[in-house]
C-alpha cells in the first residue's frame, strides 16, 4: 500500500513530512561537471551498492533507469513527488531507486550523487528522517562519501554541506488563506529563514492551498536542531490553521458547508475537470472534512487524487497520447473511481 | 395533482401553454375606476355566480380574497403564475378563484372585472384554450357581460377588444441562448407581432432561459385564429431549438453532458441557493435530460422545483419571516427534496 493512504498524526493539516539527505561519491566530480560516461559509472556504483550482490532490496525497491523512461512517466513521478522536475528534464544518466510504498527515494545524478528522500504520512518529520537516515547508513557503508571532520557531508551547493539534509512538511492551509492571513503567516516564516512553495516545488503554484515548508538554514546545524526547529513552527503554523478554521466556520457555518458539499458534489459528477479546479475542489473538501461537515469520503481517498491527478499521472495511466480535453476527460473519471 | 406534474406534448421545449381571457361586467366601470364599495360589489357578484348557489364548484376551486391574504402568499400565487403582480399589489377587492390543481384562475378586478386563465402542461394552446372557454361559458350565462355585436367583448384596454384573449406559451430556449441565436429568434418573434417575455411576466428577466411568448395583435382576429397563429410560430420556435440544441452537442457532446450533470449534482447538493442561480442549474439539467445527459431526475420535478423556489414562495413555506440568507438555505432544502 501507498504511504499516502496511511494517515498519520495532525493530517488534518500536515499532509506530509519529508526529509532528503545529500550525500556524493569520493572521486567524481558533482554531477554539473561529470560527462556521460562517468555519470554512467557514478548511477551504476551507486545501484549495485544499494541493491547488493544479494539483490536484497529487489523486493521492497524498484530500480527506475529514468533515461529509459519515456517522458511522461518520468513527469508523473514528479507528481507524485517521488524525483525532481531536474531529475525527470535530464533523465539521461540519472536513475531513482524507489521504493514500492512510494515512501523512499533516491535520486542518482541529480544536484548531487546521491539524494535520498523519505516521506512519511501527516507530522512526523522523525519518521521520514528514520527511513532517510537507515537508507543513508547503508550506502555509506558500502560507498565511499565524501566526508569531511570539519565540515560534514560535502555536497555540491555550499548551502547543503554539513548534514546535507532538508527537512519539509506539506500544509494544507485554506484557513489562513479564507481569513486573509495567508501572505502574512508565509512571510512570517520566511523571515524566521524557512522556505514556502507551492506543492509541486520549487517554481509551482500553491494549488488548492497546499504548501510545503522547509528549512533553508541548515550550515552548522545538526539533523536533530534542523528537525525540531521545522517541527517547532509547522507546528505553531499547525495551530494558527486550525484557530484560522474555526474563526471562518463560527463566521459563515453554512457558508463552509455549502462549499464543502458542492466541490464533492462536482468532484463526483463532473465529465471533465482540469487539474487545477480538482485542486481547488479537493482542498474545500478536505477543509470540510476536517470540520465535519461532509461526509462519505476520506482524508485517504483525497490524498491519492491529490497525487493521481497531475497531467503526466493521467496521461501514463491512460497508456495513450491525450490532448488536455482528453486528459481533462479522463482525470474526471479517475475522481469518480477514487471519491466514489 | 398540480397541473404541472403532467407532462404534455413537445415538454422538452414548451413548458406549459396559457389562455386568457378578459371579460367585464355591465353596468360597472372598469376596475381602475371602480370605488371600493363598487369593487367589492363586483367581486362579490362573481364568485357568487361562479359558485352558484349550489356551491357547485366548492370541491375543485378555491374562492381567495386577496385582501385578507398576506402580501408573501400573494406573491406566491404570482410565482406560480396564478395571479399577476398588479392584482397581488392592489389586493384589496380583488380576488382569485383558484382550481385545485391549480390549472385555471379567475382574476376578479385586475386591469378588467374578469380575467380567465388556464394553463395546461406542454404545447397544447387548445386544452387551455377549452378549460378557459368552460370558465367564460359559465360565467357568460350567470353575468350580464359587455358585448358588444360589432366589436365583441368589451376590455378595460382597447387592444383586448374582441375576443379578450391573449394565449401563450412558455419554452425553455437554451439551444439557442448557446448557439448565440436567441436575439434573433427574439426579434424576429416581435416583427411577427409577438411579444417575448422573461417566465414571471412583463417587466422580469428570463431566468433560467425561459421564455413566454404571446400574441400581441388581437384585434379583428377570432379565438381560432389566435390560437392557430401562436401555435405555428411556437412550433417553429420548437423546431429551432430542438435544431440548436442538436448543433450544440454536436460541437460539444462531453461539455453539454458535464453542464447538466454538474448542475444536478449542486442542485442536490448545495446547503444555500440563491433562485437565480437555481434556475440557471435547473435550465442546465432541463436540457441534459432533453438530450438524455443525465440520469435520475424527470422533467416533472423539475417543473416542480421552477415553481416552487420563488422566494415568496420558499417563504410561505415555512410560515415564519426569513432574511434572504434564511430563504437560500430553505431553497436549498427544497431543492434536495423536490430533486433526490
Not at 260 to 269: E, M, N, P, T
Not at 284 to 310: F, K, M
Request: net charge negative; aromatic share 4%.
Amino acid at each position: 500500500m501507498s504511504w499516502y493512504m496511511d494517515k498519520g498524526p495532525d493530517s488534518d493539516v500536515i499532509l506530509s513530512s519529508r526529509v532528503r539527505l545529500a550525500r556524493n561519491l569520493v572521486g567524481h566530480p558533482f554531477p554539473s561537471r561529470l560527462d556521460k560516461e562517468q555519470a554512467a559509472v557514478v548511477s551504476n556504483k551507486v545501484s549495485e551498492s544499494f541493491f547488493g550482490e544479494t539483490r536484497d532490496h529487489r523486493a521492497e525497491y524498484l530500480d527506475v533507469d529514468l533515461g529509459c523512461l519515456p517522458d511522461e512517466d518520468r513527469m508523473a513521478l514528479v507528481e507524485k513527488r517521488l524525483i525532481s522536475e531536474d531529475l525527470a528534464r535530464f533523465g539521461e544518466c540519472r536513475r531513482a531507486i524507489i521504493s514500492r510504498d512510494e515512501s523512499v527515494s533516491v535520486m542518482v545524478n541529480e544536484e548531487d550523487h546521491i539524494r535520498i528522500q523519505a516521506m512519511s504520512p501527516g507530522f512526523d518529520l522523525n519518521a521520514a528522517y528514520r527511513k532517510a537516515e537507515s537508507v543513508a547508513l547503508l550506502l555509506e557503508s558500502r560507498l565511499p562519501i565524501a566526508y569531511s571532520g570539519k565540515y560534514g557531508f560535502l555536497t555540491a551547493c555550499p548551502t547543503n554541506v554539513g548534514t546535507g539534509m532538508r527537512a519539509s512538511v506539506m500544509a494544507h492551509l485554506p484557513g489562513l488563506a479564507m481569513a486573509g492571513l495567508l501572505r502574512g503567516a508565509v512571510e512570517s516564516l520566511g523571515k524566521m529563514g524557512f522556505a514556502v512553495r507551492g506543492n509541486y516545488g520549487e517554481h509551482s503554484q500553491a494549488a488548492g492551498h497546499l504548501f510545503q515548508i522547509s528549512n533553508q538554514i541548515t550550515l552548522g546545524l545538526g539533523e536533530d536542531e534542523l528537525i525540531a526547529d521545522l517541527g517547532r513552527v509547522a507546528g505553531q503554523l499547525l495551530a494558527q490553521e486550525r484557530k484560522a478554521r474555526k474563526a471562518v466556520y463560527d463566521t459563515d457555518p453554512i457558508g463552509l458547508e455549502d462549499r464543502s458539499g458542492r466541490a464533492l458534489a462536482l468532484l463526483r459528477s463532473a465529465r471533465r475537470m482540469s487539474s487545477a479546479e480538482a485542486m481547488t475542489l479537493i482542498s474545500d473538501v478536505r477543509l470540510g472534512l476536517s470540520l465535519q461537515l461532509v461526509e462519505g469520503v476520506t482524508e485517504e481517498a483525497l490524498n491519492r487524487a491529490i497525487i493521481s491527478i497531475g497531467p503526466a499521472s493521467i496521461q501514463k495511466n491512460a497508456g495513450h497520447p491525450m490532448n488536455e480535453f482528453e486528459r481533462d476527460v479522463e482525470r474526471a473519471k479517475a475522481l469518480h473511481t477514487i471519491l466514489i
